[in-house]
């Protein structure tokens, strides 16, 4: 059974940083696209960065470009989402989900979420 | 950047009746190589992440009731709850994957019961 689990959030002041990570288990991580989805609260859904099975392709948000970093460890089954230079308006719920099965890039799995807040 | 565009933003159907959603997107996310429609859609339910229902524009995921069925092409689409139960309340989203380095989400439509 596919999990994503996401950790990594918490509170942060603006200008600050957070390291988000996402263990992925029951499927073959290095064979997927992983990406990150965020929500602020009450909002819709945003997506904010994807990457290629093997780390050689990566695309972000605009909003995002040159503050927030996606990478991943295929030997760890890890995905994570390095963010800098965080803002107000980066506050959210951000989901780690998995690239579809039909080589399409929507979201087949999703994982439970982590809030971060950024606030003085 | 694609632009998608839901309508309504809400509505109530009574149990058993017919629930359609709309999404419209700023261009064509019909890619001509595949003839595939690049758009999928979700259910959201309050406290949860978003669950995959459609994708390829009319592809049900597996295990997802066929009550729910997908349909459209190019630039505008429905998302369609042939006879809506409670368990079916719910925010619906489409998106968009045609645009690799900018995927983007309609702004959801929010379900609820008559």
């Known amino acids: 059974e596919v999990h994503l689990v996401e950790s990594g959030g918490g509170l942060v002041q603006p200008g600050g940083s957070l390291r988000l990570s996402c263990a992925a288990s029951?499927?073959?991580?290095?064979?997927?696209?992983m990406n990150w989805v965020r929500q602020a609260p009450g909002k819709g859904l945003e997506w904010v960065a994807s990457?290629?099975?093997?780390?050689?392709?990566?695309y972000y948000l605009d909003s995002v470009k040159g503050r927030f970093t996606i990478s991943r460890d295929n030997a760890k089954n890890s995905l994570y989402l390095q963010m800098n230079s965080l803002r107000a308006e980066d506050t959210a719920v951000y989901y780690c989900a998995r690239d579809g099965e039909a080589a399409g890039l929507y979201f087949d799995y999703w994982g439970q979420g982590t809030l971060v807040t950024v606030s003085s | 950047d694609i632009v998608m565009t839901q309508s309504p933003d809400s509505l109530a159907v009574s149990l058993g009746e017919r629930a359609t959603i709309n999404c419209k997107s700023s261009q064509s996310i019909l890619y001509s190589s595949n003839n595939k429609n690049y758009l999928a859609w979700y259910q959201q339910k309050p406290g949860q992440p978003p669950k995959l229902l459609i994708y390829w524009a009319s592809t049900r995921e597996s295990g997802v009731p066929d009550r729910f069925s997908g349909s459209g092409s190019g630039t505008d689409f429905t998302l369609t709850i042939s006879s809506l139960q409670a368990e079916d309340v719910a925010v619906y989203y489409c998106h968009q994957y045609y645009t690799i380095s900018a995927l983007t989400f309609g702004g959801g439509t929010k379900v609820e019961i008559k």
């Open positions: 990457v290629k099975h093997d780390g050689s392709e990566k």
């Open positions: 029951g499927f073959t991580f290095s064979a997927y696209w």
